[in-house]
């Protein structure tokens, strides 16, 4: 889950290394640090504890300069947030590396190094790849043949970037199971953990594959695969342009990407709906024969996509008729899994690296699923290389490390395979036309919902100074609830759950205080009455109650309950309209409280390790 960039031209490229860190920071802001071969064929590093901004200030005061360099930006796995922690990490005054991800089998490495006499500085995993190498290094071995046999000792999962001062021509990369992408300039070229970094330079990517080894130098760039085989990789352009990347002129990555959601929404259905019929073709070649045969679902996702797919749930179920299971990653890969006779096996990701999931995908291949959908973001990921079936959301990059318009984009986009699916199992054309309707209607309903900030912003006061929040939904809502308290314990750190307002007789109605802030989400649909009755006990409780809800539903502000009108929405789009007010409470607590929004403590964007 950490930043990684690395370049080599014929121009200073401290710069652009300090600029890449600074796009990739959501990806880890613990510490960072870059290291350069200079002018002596020697490595000049400089590293810092905090965030980006505290490498700037420093190499401001010391400069380093040089051709060819890495930097890294950590989310701390192994050892404290130190100096001595913060990577590159350097060996013999002569390799210094950069690594994303854990190598699981660094103990009996390093006690073969301290054997050799080797001293370490540091408490990470990565300083044993560093002294590894150089030992290779030292037995006559070039950099390639180094760090290929250095790769071949590591257990798990780990991106991993090599110069050596003695050789400053090259960068040498590893990839296994974290993402690395090669950015192809005029002249110079370029690596990082993600496309972000390289915006600025360069449009032009190649995606290395699980495995992949590859040789970077100014002018071509070689890349082999785990047999040692010289290989071929595709070489992409990107949609994405560096404005995309940028929050101006917003004050918080986040609030532009919650902004950011109508386009998202309408760019998401572009392709998929044509004519007032959803188009299941879009989903790949094998839509049709897929499709046909599903008599079961299973999903399986993370975090904020967990709840896009709870939502799917219910969406699956009374639209398709398709029994539908939804289970989290890191728990699926560690059970044993029964698998039903025609079951479709779906996975949800941002990224399309979040580690458990990828696991998830590439053990359900081997069980005898009917076949593998993904919904992702991330074009050229490894789930959407490795899934027979792919739905894109249009959400573009998203920078923020608490999710937004991701999942409002994988949100259509499961409605979007619903009705696919519902098609394949007789959806008359007048139902059809009813749902496409609604669905080509969601990016209006929800630049509505975002006329509410203002209002949200007063209502954010009400909240910034409490320690507790729960959220109440039923049907479909209660993810969306689960989501709403999610975003605000995530960038507020108030603690909040959520939970099924039938549920609250069952435990949850002994935490209803004064001092216990209830929110409700409330749509005009068939559940309206039975929630109107759990806020009732809530009330008797002296709870205070925040509800969003529909304006024909009735409901008015009273002593101890406040009303936020929310626009109309059909009950289909519902659960994505009613995202939006909840993403702007959290994001005004957040800054109320003055935490740090877009990069909040402890997490990072990509969940790339276990």
């Known amino acids: 889950?950490?930043?990684?960039?690395?370049?080599?031209?014929?121009?200073?490229?401290?710069?652009?290394?300090?600029?890449?860190?600074?796009?990739?920071?959501?990806?880890?802001?613990?510490?960072?640090?870059?290291?350069?071969?200079?002018?002596?064929?020697?490595?000049?590093?400089?590293?810092?504890?905090?965030?980006?901004?505290?490498?700037?200030?420093?190499?401001?005061?010391?400069?380093?300069?040089?051709?060819?360099?890495?930097?890294?930006?950590?989310?701390?796995?192994?050892?404290?947030?130190?100096?001595?922690?913060?990577?590159?990490?350097?060996?013999?005054?002569?390799?210094?590396?950069?690594?994303?991800?854990?190598?699981?089998?660094?103990?009996?490495?390093?006690?073969?190094?301290?054997?050799?006499?080797?001293?370490?500085?540091?408490?990470?995993?990565?300083?044993?790849?560093?002294?590894?190498?150089?030992?290779?290094?030292?037995?006559?071995?070039?950099?390639?043949?180094?760090?290929?046999?250095?790769?071949?000792?590591?257990?798990?999962?780990?991106?991993?970037?090599?110069?050596?001062?003695?050789?400053?021509?090259?960068?040498?990369?590893?990839?296994?199971?974290?993402?690395?992408?090669?950015?192809?300039?005029?002249?110079?070229?370029?690596?990082?953990?993600?496309?972000?970094?390289?915006?600025?330079?360069?449009?032009?990517?190649?995606?290395?594959?699980?495995?992949?080894?590859?040789?970077?130098?100014?002018?071509?760039?070689?890349?082999?695969?785990?047999?040692?085989?010289?290989?071929?990789?595709?070489?992409?352009?990107?949609?994405?342009?560096?404005?995309?990347?940028?929050?101006?002129?917003?004050?918080?990555?986040?609030?532009?990407?919650?902004?950011?959601?109508?386009?998202?929404?309408?760019?998401?259905?572009?392709?998929?709906?044509?004519?007032?019929?959803?188009?299941?073709?879009?989903?790949?070649?094998?839509?049709?024969?897929?499709?046909?045969?599903?008599?079961?679902?299973?999903?399986v996702a993370c975090g904020t996509s967990y709840h896009a797919g709870c939502v799917g749930k219910y969406w699956i179920e009374s639209i398709a008729g398709v029994p539908t299971h939804v289970e989290i990653a890191s728990e699926y890969r560690y059970r044993k899994v029964v698998v039903t006779p025609k079951t479709l096996f779906v996975t949800l990701s941002q990224s399309g690296e979040t580690a458990d999931t990828l696991e998830a995908l590439r053990m359900a291949k081997k069980l005898g699923y009917l076949g593998t959908l993904t919904i992702c973001n991330s074009a050229h990921s490894s789930m959407v290389r490795e899934s027979d079936l792919v739905m894109l959301t249009q959400a573009g990059p998203e920078i923020g490390v608490a999710s937004t318009k991701a999942f409002t984009t994988q949100l259509l986009s499961v409605l979007l395979v619903t009705l696919m699916m519902a098609k394949h199992r007789g959806l008359s054309e007048e139902r059809e036309k009813e749902f496409v309707a609604n669905l080509t209607h969601a990016a209006a309903a929800s630049d509505l919902a975002l006329k509410m900030n203002d209002q949200l912003k007063e209502l954010a006061k009400d909240f910034a100074d409490k320690q507790h929040t729960l959220f109440l939904g039923r049907g479909p809502m209660w993810p969306i609830a689960m989501e709403g308290a999610l975003k605000l314990k995530e960038i507020s750190y108030i603690h909040a759950e959520a939970y099924a307002a039938g549920e609250l007789k069952h435990g949850p109605l002994a935490l209803i205080d004064d001092e216990m802030p209830v929110v409700v989400v409330a749509p005009n649909n068939e559940l309206l009455e039975k929630l109107k009755s759990n806020m009732q006990v809530v009330r008797a409780r002296g709870g205070q109650l925040y509800v969003f809800a529909d304006k024909d539903t009735g409901i008015k502000s009273e002593p101890g309950m406040k009303v936020i009108p929310m626009p109309h929405a059909d009950r289909l789009i519902a659960p994505i309209v009613y995202t939006i007010p909840l993403q702007l409470l959290a994001y005004h607590v957040a800054v109320l409280r003055g935490t740090d929004v877009d990069q909040p403590r402890n997490l990072a964007k990509s969940v790339t390790v276990e």
Not at 165 to 190: C, H, K, M, Q, Y
Not at 198 to 214: K, M
Not at 260 to 285: C, F, H, I, K, W
């Open 1 to 299: 889950m950490c930043g990684i960039v690395g370049a080599v031209s014929e121009r200073d490229i401290v710069p652009l290394l300090v600029d890449g860190l600074r796009r990739l920071e959501y990806r880890g802001y613990d510490s960072a640090g870059v290291a350069v071969v200079n002018g002596k064929n020697k490595i000049s590093l400089s590293r810092t504890v905090g965030k980006v901004a505290e490498l700037e200030e420093k190499l401001a005061k010391d400069p380093l300069q040089g051709l060819i360099g890495v930097a890294h930006t950590r989310w701390a796995t192994h050892g404290g947030v130190t100096e001595a922690n913060a990577h590159p990490h350097v060996s013999g005054g002569r390799v210094a590396v950069i690594h994303n991800g854990i190598i699981e089998n660094f103990q009996p490495i390093k006690d073969e190094m301290l054997a050799k006499g080797y001293v370490f500085d540091s408490e990470t995993d990565t300083e044993v790849a560093a002294h590894l190498i150089y030992d290779y290094l030292k037995q006559g071995l070039d950099l390639v043949e180094a760090v290929g046999k250095a790769v071949q000792r590591f257990e798990g999962a780990y991106a991993l970037l090599v110069i050596d001062a003695e050789d400053p021509t090259r960068i040498v990369v590893s990839r296994v199971a974290s993402p690395l992408v090669i950015g192809l300039g005029d002249g110079e070229n370029f690596v990082a953990s993600g496309v972000p970094a390289l915006l600025p330079v360069t449009q032009r990517f190649i995606y290395l594959e699980q495995g992949d080894l590859a040789e970077i130098k100014r002018d071509s760039v070689r890349i082999v695969d785990t047999d040692g085989k010289p290989v071929n990789r595709e070489v992409h352009e990107t949609e994405w342009d560096s404005a995309s990347a940028e929050k101006a002129p917003y004050d918080h990555f986040m609030l532009k990407e919650i902004f950011d959601q109508p386009s998202a929404l309408a760019d998401t259905l572009y392709g998929r709906v044509a004519n007032q019929r959803v188009m299941p073709e879009s989903l790949g070649a094998r839509a049709a024969e897929m499709l046909d045969q599903v008599e079961q679902i299973h999903i």
